[in-house]
C-alpha cells in the first residue's frame, strides 16, 4: 500500500506491508520509506530498523479465533456484549473520529490527524469502526488496509478522554474496547483480510504507557513476529530532523 504525500512541497513516500525487492531507482532519490515489511532483505543504500508486532490469523474460524483469547478476555468481551452500554457502528463518523483522536493527541502532545493524511493515505485505504454511546462515538479504531497482502492494521486504537475521571466508565470503556476488537476481526475476516496486525510491540521496554500497551495487546494471544522499516537516505535525514524538533519541542 502506496502513500505518497507532500511536506514543505518535499514528496514523500511509505509504502506499507510492501516487499522492498521491488523498490527502484527512484526510491533512492526520494524520501522512501518501506514499513512493517515480513522481508529482512533491506534496498541498496537504504538503511533499516528492526522492529516487533503481534500478529492474529484470521484465516481460522471465528470459534477458533475466539477460543485463542485468554479466558478473561473472554469473559470481558462478552460481559460488554451483554450489557447493551454501546453499540457497534461498522462505519463511523470521521469528523467524530478526527475530533475524538485529536483531544486525544493535544492531552497527549503527539501529532494532530487529519483531512489531508485521509487524503494522503487514500479512500479504500483505510476503514474505522466505532463503539458508539447514545449516538456519540465512545471507542473507535482506525486500520490500515492492504488488499495484495490481504493485512489489516491497526494504526490508532483511542477512546475519548473526556472519560478518564470516571472509574466506572473506564472500566466499561475497557470491556468494549476489547469487544471493538473482537468484532473488528470478525468484520475484516468476513472482508477477506487474512492478518490482523496489532501494529508493533515493543520488546524490553522501561516505558510504563508502552508496558501498558503491550500487556494490553497480550491479552489477545497474537503472534509475535519481526519486521523491518526501510528508509532511504533522504527519508532518514528528514526522520532525524524530525526527532530532534520533538525533543527541543518537549
Known amino acids: 500500500m502506496l502513500v505518497a504525500q507532500r511536506n514543505y512541497g518535499i514528496p514523500i513516500r511509505k509504502h506499507y506491508f510492501a516487499s522492498p525487492e521491488q523498490s527502484g531507482w527512484y526510491d533512492l532519490l526520494l524520501p522512501t520509506a518501506y514499513l ?85 493515505i487514500g479512500e479504500g485505504n483505510y476503514c474505522l469502526l466505532t463503539m458508539d454511546r447514545e449516538g456519540e462515538p465512545v471507542i473507535a479504531h482506525f486500520y490500515l488496509l492492504s488488499h495484495q497482502t490481504k493485512t489489516a492494521s491497526i494504526l490508532i486504537s483511542v477512546s475519548d478522554p473526556q472519560y478518564n475521571g470516571n472509574p466506572e466508565m473506564r472500566q466499561a470503556i475497557g470491556h468494549a474496547n476489547r469487544s471493538l476488537h473482537w468484532q473488528g476481526m470478525r468484520h475484516l475476516k468476513g472482508l477477506g483480510f487474512h492478518t490482523y496486525d496489532w501494529c508493533g510491540y515493543v520488546l524490553e521496554t522501561d516505558d510504563p504507557v508502552m508496558q501498558g500497551i503491550n500487556r494490553f495487546k497480550r491479552t489477545f494471544n497474537g503472534t509475535l513476529a519481526q519486521t523491518y522499516n526501510y528508509y532511504s537516505p533522504g527519508y532518514a535525514l528528514i526522520e532525524k530532523l524530525r526527532n530532534k524538533l520533538r525533543q527541543l519541542v518537549a
Do not use: W
Open 36 to 120: 512493517d515489511c515480513q522481508s529482512a532483505q533491506k534496498p541498496r543504500f537504504f538503511s533499516v530498523e528492526q522492529r516487533h508486532t503481534l500478529l492474529t490469523d484470521l484465516t481460522a474460524s471465528e470459534e477458533a479465533i475466539f477460543q485463542n483469547f485468554p479466558k478473561d478476555t473472554r469473559s470481558q468481551i462478552r460481559r460488554s456484549e451483554q450489557s447493551g452500554a454501546f453499540a457497534l457502528n461498522l462505519a463511523g463518523d470521521m469528523r467524530q473520529f478526527l475530533t475524538i483522536f485529536n483531544r486525544f493527541a493535544t492531552l497527549r502532545k503527539l501529532s494532530l490527524f487529519t483531512d489531508k493524511d485521509l487524503h494522503y
